[in-house]
């Protein structure tokens, strides 16, 4: 401060030909000490430094540097605020100090702690922590800066697992308990929201006992202070600093002091005593030595000299450039030429506090202006304490934080940053790890919202992010993936050609309708024997025809299904099962009519020839394709996507249409089936030679039982399996009739022809 009040005093463009006079107090971060102070100042106490007649108030304070601490300065703004005195602090920097209700002659150089939180929850959220722990200064500073980065850090989804306050002055008790929740707890990382000095004696209790690994967090109160370093587990420590500036000169300023400058200050007496170890002035009962002169100043290393690495003190001394400043707008006018400034006119402190609203220039290449709550722009330096080759910590900067920039853009990383233990992996502080695609999270009862579970997604749903808090359903044509990240489209299932099942019912199929063919062309080659005309050689071709049909409609059923297709097969199947039946009716009418005619007297087959026979056949078949068009007219059957069978694929299918029209096509051949089978038992005990009743019997009472087996199994067969049932019943009558009532008949005319004569089938023995 003194260096630049120097430099201004011998300025001839800043307040020309007019001296600033100071005055320094010691608060020594006590509240007490700082309101003393605030009232002394406020009374004008006398003696000043450069008291002369050319002053125009002599101990009258215009403006105050100060304090550096946030509950000081708060004390002092309550006393020296009432006379309108500004107060321009250099590292007070509690949020409250920006409301102007409350303090409206304060300004800070220093950033506001809203911004220092809100950049210290940044960082946390950059680095993916979830799960901190917190522990602040029981002060305005920790207090309220605290409560900013916790709002920070709620709105970034942060969960602090536990906050602990403190202050140095407190019982080794306290500490001992802050430190004992910070070994406890499961968070790897630690927010310190501290002062150096309340930093320095939570460290000091941390390491009396073997510390726990925990990567800090440090605010620009603590981590920059090179005393601090010393504590070797603190190593990887990351946080916010003011930034590191030059001031041109200051060095040379330092250096230069001299043996009168230092034994005319207090505060320099004390640094120099403490530097050089000896006493300015011989007292009675002192131990050290007396300085003698020889003690040199270059020649001490200490964080004195050290002026390359200024961060705390440009903030002292760009507060007395901006008082400066408003002084200057204050009396002195710029004309073309010069500036004239009126050094006799009565400056009151109003009219520094009015013009410091105002300031707005730049020092040193660092800009100096106040917003309307008197805080200035905000930028911070991201540093982290990196251990060097020498085993020793040093501080460097890894990035930046400015306020001034778009969202999204005001914070920085830009070089490797050394963590905890020495590692360049950056450590996970997380409460729960985070939930894979394909689940979501579950809350645990009682505890933050970042200590969740992670539960698979409910079949037919999905979660496509990371820590998805729910997962939602498919599309309904969509089922998932495995791991239930992704819905692809289900896959459609039904009766194809490719199938195995499709190419071995395709085959017995084909395999029964040659057989028929062979039957049919064995019936024509020996159609004039015997056999071939006893068992009415016309309705049994007609029957080996429907027969033929029979075993190929079944083939209508493979193959994804279509409008036309799913109208074929059923109907298809109905009319050539009906004319099938039929003529197994005629054929069983007409030997029951046969024989009833062999008795006296009795004429009835004249009632029954072949005309009457094709005109049964034909009215029987005639009612079933009149069912069948009524059917396809009122509702026919459709092709249909199932997807209520089967959650996880589609079933093409041929849905009934009308389930009346299905059951009654299904009805009438139950029913002409029934008949029939009814009428071959009445004609079972006829002359075996001749007779072919019991043959008849077999095939219906095989239809029928496959045809009763076929309901329930069609019923609760799933997906094309249904369909399946549907062509396993369709051939198993064909074969069950074929078989029954052709197959003796061929076997006797292809193997037993001597049996396939007149005299053996007129023998009824």
């Known amino acids: ?458 079949e037919g749903e999905i979660s496509n992010i990371t820590d998805s808090p729910d997962c939602f359903p498919c599309p309904t044509e969509f089922w998932p993936n495995s791991k239930k990240d992704i819905c692809f489209p289900k896959p459609v299932e039904f009766l194809s050609f490719d199938d195995v099942l499709s190419v071995i019912l395709a085959a017995f199929s084909v395999s029964g309708a040659c057989l028929t063919i062979i039957t049919a062309a064995v019936f024509f080659r020996h159609r004039a024997t015997p056999m071939v005309r006893a068992n009415n050689s016309e309705l049994s071709f007609l029957l080996l025809f429907s027969l033929t049909l029979c075993f190929l409609c079944s083939l209508t059923f493979i193959g994804a299904p279509s409008e036309w297709s799913c109208m074929l097969r059923h109907t298809a199947f109905g009319i050539t099962f009906v004319l099938c039946i039929s003529c197994v009716l005629g054929k069983t009418i007409v030997v029951l009519m046969a024989f009833k005619a062999t008795l006296p007297g009795n004429n009835v087959m004249k009632w029954f020839g072949p005309l009457q026979q094709r005109m049964t056949v034909l009215t029987f078949t005639f009612i079933q394709v009149l069912i069948c068009i009524v059917w396809l007219v009122v509702s026919p059957p459709f092709p249909m996507k199932n997807l209520t069978t089967y959650k996880e694929k589609i079933i093409l299918e041929c849905a009934l249409g009308s389930a009346v029209g299905f059951w009654s096509v299904l009805g009438y051949i139950g029913l002409l089936a029934v008949l029939c089978f009814v009428l071959a038992v009445l004609a079972r005990k006829l002359p075996d030679n001749f007779n072919e009743a019991k043959m008849i019997t077999f095939s219906m009472l095989i239809f029928c039982a496959v045809w009763i087996t076929f309901i329930p199994a069609y019923i609760s067969s799933p997906g094309k399996f249904t369909v399946a049932v549907e062509i396993f019943a369709i051939l198993a009558s064909s074969f069950g009739l074929i078989l029954c009532i052709f197959a003796p008949k061929c076997f006797i005319i292809l193997f037993q022809p001597e049996k396939n004569t007149k005299k053996y089938l007129m023998n009824k023995n």
Not at 163 to 188: G, L, M, N
Not at 259 to 288: G, H, I, M, P
């Open 1 to 458: 401060m003194i260096f630049a009040i120097e430099e201004i005093n011998n300025s001839t463009e800043l307040l020309p030909e007019i001296k600033l006079g100071y005055q320094i107090y010691d608060s020594c971060a006590s509240v007490p000490m700082a309101m003393h102070v605030a009232f002394q100042l406020s009374n004008g106490q006398n003696p000043v430094f450069y008291k002369s007649s050319n002053c125009s108030q002599s101990g009258v304070v215009m403006a105050v540097v100060g304090d550096s601490g946030s509950t000081p300065s708060i004390g002092m703004l309550r006393i020296i605020g009432s006379f309108n005195i500004p107060l321009v602090s250099h590292f007070a920097t509690c949020a409250c100090l920006s409301d102007k209700q409350e303090y409206p002659t304060f300004f800070r150089t220093i950033p506001s702690d809203h911004y220092q939180a809100d950049a210290l929850a940044k960082m946390v959220k950059h680095f993916g922590w979830s799960w901190i722990g917190a522990v602040h200064s029981d002060s305005d500073y920790g207090n309220n800066g605290m409560a900013s980065f916790l709002d920070a850090a709620l709105r970034e989804g942060i969960c602090v697992e536990y906050i602990e306050s403190y202050f140095r002055t407190d019982p080794r008790s306290k500490i001992q308990r802050v430190a004992d929740v910070i070994r406890r707890s499961t968070a790897i990382v630690v927010v310190a929201f501290t002062a150096s000095g309340d930093m320095r004696a939570l460290l000091e209790e941390l390491a009396l006992n073997p510390p726990p690994p925990r990567q800090w967090i440090g605010s620009e109160g603590w981590v920059t202070d090179p005393h601090l370093m010393s504590f070797s587990f603190c190593a990887g420590a990351i946080g916010v600093a003011i930034q590191q500036s030059v001031i041109p000169g200051l060095r040379d300023f330092l250096l230069n002091l001299s043996a009168s400058e230092v034994a005319a200050s207090s505060v320099l007496t004390e640094f120099w005593e403490d530097a050089f170890n000896c006493k300015l002035t011989r007292n009675s009962d002192q131990e050290n030595r007396v300085c003698d002169g020889s003690e040199d100043i270059k020649t001490l290393l200490s964080p004195y000299t050290e002026t390359s690495q200024l961060r705390i003190t440009n903030m002292v001394y760009k507060a007395v450039y901006a008082i400066a400043h408003a002084i200057h707008n204050s009396v002195c006018k710029e004309t073309n030429i010069t500036t004239q400034c009126e050094k006799y006119n009565k400056l009151e402190s109003k009219q520094v506090f009015s013009e410091l609203k105002k300031v707005n220039f730049s020092r040193n290449g660092y800009h100096v202006s106040f917003d309307i709550n008197g805080d200035p722009v905000a930028f911070y330096e991201l540093v982290n304490w990196q251990k060097s080759e020498s085993g020793f910590t040093k501080l460097a900067k890894v990035g930046y934080y400015d306020a001034s920039l778009p969202m999204g853009q005001q914070f920085h990383i830009n070089q490797n940053i050394t963590w905890l233990e020495g590692t360049t992996q950056v450590p996970v502080s997380v409460c729960s790890e985070s939930c894979p695609p394909g689940t979501r999270k579950v809350l645990q009862k009682g505890k933050p919202i970042c200590c969740y579970d992670c539960i698979p997604c409910p």
